[in-house]
């Protein structure tokens, strides 16, 4: 992984990481890569495999990939998954100087919202 990153995967995320790379048949191995938000700047897309990337973050037995390009984007932020009776979701926790929309899963950093450019 490269020195210095900081994203952090929750152990919840990592079980339903896990969980979908079995599933796909990629077992141990997700690729997360950001695209345009509505809400805020950038919104997480988590695909099985590794998809030619560089991995990010390692957690209960998950390895995630993303672009290298994107990495200064994901530093400092926090991966987590919340489910409940009526369906799940991963949710992006904002770090320092980051902006995170009301549905948890778009961000902005350095107050480049999509809301304030609307």
């Known amino acids: 992984m490269p020195k210095g990153h900081s994203l952090r995967v929750t152990a919840a995320a990592a079980a339903e990481l896990g969980r979908q790379a079995a599933v796909a048949g990629t077992p141990g191995m997700m690729h997360l890569d950001l695209v345009e938000g509505?809400?805020?700047?950038?919104?997480?897309?988590?695909?099985?495999?590794?998809?030619?990337g560089t991995p990010i973050a390692r957690a209960d037995g998950i390895t995630l990939y993303a672009p290298a390009e994107q990495l200064t984007l994901l530093t400092g932020l926090s991966l987590d998954y919340r489910g409940d009776i009526s369906g799940g979701g991963f949710l992006v926790r904002p770090g320092e100087g980051v902006v995170s929309c009301a549905c948890g899963t778009a961000f902005s950093r350095g107050g480049a919202?999509?809301?304030a450019t609307q």
């Open 38 to 52: 509505s809400c805020e700047r950038w919104a997480i897309r988590l695909r099985p495999g590794h998809l030619a």
């Open 113 to 115: 919202s999509r809301q």
